[in-house]
């Protein structure tokens, strides 16, 4: 009886003994997952504002093609996450069409849109914003800036890509009708880009993927990608982006991002 006392009493410790290791694991997981979060942010930092003209190329399931010509202007806000424009000049069916994002940290980003069909700005509101954006693979939440606490994180270890050293980090988003439960990146050890995004849906399967290229250094600093494509797993359908020119030396003011002067954004 004693024999079978000590038996039950050891298992019971190791059953302890595993269970608090696997908690330790987790808990080591989550800060070397945050820590490199924290160092891609952190790498991403001072470049104060920027424009760049894209060419966004929408493919369909069966694999015809719509091309858009539009402008991106962004605004760095120390310690509240930064602002950007979108401003559409062709085809003509979107041309004058505005979006105002205000990323923040620890609240949920406020977003606007100018439709010059009705000459007017409507507010996308924050149940709306895991929708698709102008009918491209990319959602309203994914043109918001990456800021750190919005997620918890979890570092899956380190894996390769194109010859390339990565850390494969797991993001869950902390902000309210995100529609993703979870997204993995692939961060290149050298430089902390994200070469790799995968964004799983509300049901936790996997929706699309995000793949950067042509990575160029900027300020002898800042690195931006060319391209970046958006892949639907699920439509069939994919969002190409490409970055033809970036312009780090713009001066842009906090009141050039407004709601109330995107039907006067030219």
Same mark, same amino acid.
């Given at each position: 009886?004693?024999?079978?006392?000590?038996?039950?009493? *050891?298992?019971?410790?190791?059953?302890?003994? $595993?269970?608090?290791?696997?908690?330790?694991?987790?808990?080591?997981?989550?800060?070397?997952?945050?820590?490199?979060?924290?160092?891609?942010?952190?790498?991403?930092?001072?470049?104060?504002?920027?424009?760049?003209?894209?060419?966004?190329? $929408?493919? *369909? +399931?069966?694999?015809?093609?719509?091309?858009?010509?539009?402008?991106?202007?962004?605004?760095?806000?120390?310690?509240?996450?930064?602002?950007?424009?979108?401003?559409?000049?062709?085809?003509?069916?979107?041309?004058?069409? %505005?979006?105002?994002?205000?990323? =923040?940290?620890?609240?949920?980003?406020?977003?606007?849109?100018?439709?010059?069909?009705?000459?007017?700005?409507?507010?996308? *509101?924050?149940?709306?914003?895991?929708?698709?954006? !102008?009918?491209?693979?990319?959602?309203?939440?994914?043109?918001?800036?990456?800021? %750190?606490?919005?997620?918890?994180?979890?570092?899956?270890?380190?894996?390769?890509?194109?010859?390339?050293?990565?850390?494969?980090?797991?993001?869950?988003?902390?902000?309210? =009708?995100?529609?993703?439960?979870?997204?993995?990146?692939?961060?290149?050890?050298? =430089?902390?880009?994200?070469?790799?995004?995968?964004?799983?849906? +509300?049901?936790?399967?996997?929706?699309?993927?995000?793949?950067?290229?042509?990575? *160029?250094?900027?300020?002898? +600093?800042?690195?931006?990608?060319?391209?970046?494509? !958006?892949?639907? =797993?699920?439509?069939?359908?994919?969002?190409?982006?490409?970055f033809k020119e970036y312009d780090f030396n713009v001066s842009y003011r906090e009141a050039d991002f407004r709601?109330?002067?995107?039907? +006067?954004?030219?």
């Amino acid at each position: 009886m004693k024999r079978i006392a000590r038996i039950v009493l *050891s298992g019971a410790f190791f059953l302890a003994g $595993l269970t608090l290791g696997s908690a330790v694991a987790e808990e080591d997981a989550a800060a070397r997952g945050l820590e490199i979060a924290q160092e891609r942010k952190a790498r991403d930092t001072g470049w104060d504002a920027t424009e760049a003209a894209v060419e966004m190329t $929408l493919y *369909s +399931r069966g694999g015809s093609e719509t091309v858009r010509q539009l402008r991106i202007r962004s605004l760095e806000v120390p310690d509240s996450g930064s602002k950007s424009l979108i401003i559409f000049d062709l085809p003509s069916d979107v041309r004058g069409t %505005v979006v105002l994002t205000h990323s =923040h940290i620890e609240r949920p980003d406020d977003q606007w849109i100018f439709l010059p069909s009705i000459r007017r700005v409507k507010r996308v *509101s924050s149940s709306n914003q895991s929708g698709a954006f !102008m009918g491209s693979e990319f959602a309203f939440e994914d043109l918001s800036s990456f800021e %750190v606490e919005k997620y918890d994180y979890e570092y899956l270890g380190e894996d390769e890509l194109d010859g390339m050293a990565m850390y494969k980090v797991a993001s869950t988003p902390l902000y309210s =009708h995100s529609g993703y439960t979870r997204l993995i990146t692939w961060i290149d050890q050298e =430089h902390y880009r994200p070469w790799k995004t995968e964004f799983y849906d +509300r049901r936790g399967e996997l929706l699309k993927t995000l793949t950067a290229s042509g990575f *160029s250094l900027y300020e002898d +600093r800042f690195w931006r990608a060319s391209v970046s494509y !958006m892949e639907n =797993h699920q439509t069939g359908r994919s969002t190409k982006l490409e970055f033809k020119e970036y312009d780090f030396n713009v001066s842009y003011r906090e009141a050039d991002f407004r709601h109330n002067v995107l039907n +006067r954004v030219n």
